[in-house]
């Protein structure tokens, strides 16, 4: 079965770093668009980056040039490299892919920032 999961979160200083992985299992990869979305309290799930099988990279306003969505499909894994993190990042991230038709999600992993 398809399968996405996230690991990478946690909590992290204004201006830091952190990598998100996305491990996925059960469809066919490397022909498959993954997005990262992200959700924080209280407000809509929201698109923050999106890499097409192709490599065509999509970001959000609100994070362009401090976001950096990359895979890797010998490993079947995706990753969101996030640099100068800012309080308003604070959220529970989900990797997505749509899969003949049904979209996917990994079960999120929580990023926090704050001093």
């Known amino acids: 079965q398809v399968q996405l999961v996230e690991s990478g979160g946690g909590l992290v200083h204004p201006g830091g770093s952190l990598r998100l992985s996305c491990a996925a299992s059960?469809?066919?990869?490397?022909?498959?668009?993954i997005d990262w979305y992200r959700q924080a309290a209280g407000k809509e799930r929201d698109m923050v980056a999106a890499i097409s099988n192709s490599r065509r990279t999509y970001y959000a306003d609100s994070v362009k040039g401090r976001f950096t969505i990359s895979r890797d499909n010998d490993k079947n894994m995706a990753y969101l490299q996030m640099n100068n993190l800012k309080p308003e990042d604070t959220a529970v991230y989900y990797c997505?892919?749509?899969?003949?038709?049904?979209?996917?999600w990994g079960q999120g992993t929580q990023v926090t920032v704050s001093s």
């Open positions: 997505h892919s749509v899969v003949l038709g049904r979209d996917y």
């Open positions: 059960g469809f066919s990869f490397s022909t498959s668009t």
